[in-house]
């Protein structure tokens, strides 16, 4: 199993990534994922984190696959 | 006749604006935001004053989420055409980071469909805002009730 984690922003500057792979067999779903990478970084845990999978935004449920994209972030703040 | 871009360069606003002029309209309305020097704290209230912006896109998502934005607009308005352009990196006071031009046959749509876009915009599209102060710095996050 192969997953791209993409961090942007605030993530990126508390992981100190902006791309990751991970070959992770334990994380099933989205919700999962996320909480290896808060325990892997602990600095995610100050964060408010949303995410998105293959470009479309998540909530947790959602299945982890081989050679998903998956990006981690704060709630947007564009415009 | 729709667009929607993502550039590290200044934007033309009227070149966003005269891209969408069909000839079935009669007005285009065009939102011009740009960085603000003076932004007031959600939590404290205290007032803060901004040197530059840096503006950060995960890009690919960013532009399949304002087409949706312009696909939902345009069925939502009676409205013709739109134009979406947003600016990342680093902009300074009162540089332009996002241009919305909607054109309509009557400027009443025109002017509710520009609102509701930017409202979605900062709703939806991944694009990340950081405020850099004299004596620091700041990723801002979006309202948590607004999540998508």
Not at chain 2, 6 to 35: H, K, N, Q, S
Not at chain 2, 54 to 64: D, I, R, S
């Amino acid at each position: 199993m192969s997953i791209t984690i993409l961090f942007f922003g605030a993530t990126a500057d508390a992981t100190g990534n902006r791309k990751i792979i991970l070959n992770e067999k334990g994380c099933s779903n989205a919700g999962d994922l996320v909480e290896y990478l808060r325990q892997t970084y602990p600095k995610l845990r100050l964060l408010r984190l949303l995410f998105s999978i293959n470009q479309k935004h998540a909530n947790g449920d959602e299945a982890v696959n081989d050679r998903d994209e998956i990006a981690i972030f704060t709630a947007v703040s564009g415009g | 006749m729709d667009f929607c871009e993502i550039t590290t360069e200044p934007i033309d606003i009227t070149g966003v604006a005269r891209r969408v002029v069909p000839p079935e309209c009669g007005a285009t309305v065009t939102l011009d935001g740009y960085a603000r020097k003076f932004t007031k704290s959600k939590e404290s209230g205290e007032v803060r004053e901004t040197e530059y912006l840096v503006y950060e896109a995960y890009e690919q998502m960013a532009l399949k989420e304002m087409r949706k934005l312009v696909d939902q607009a345009k069925e939502q308005f009676e409205i013709s055409s739109v134009g979406l352009v947003h600016r990342t990196g680093r902009l300074a006071i009162g540089e332009t980071s996002v241009v919305i031009s909607v054109a309509a046959p009557h400027r009443k749509a025109a002017f509710a469909a520009c609102e509701w876009l930017i409202l979605e915009l900062k709703r939806t599209v991944p694009i990340w805002k950081k405020e850099v102060y004299a004596d620091g710095e700041k990723w801002i996050e979006g309202d948590a009730e607004q999540r998508p």
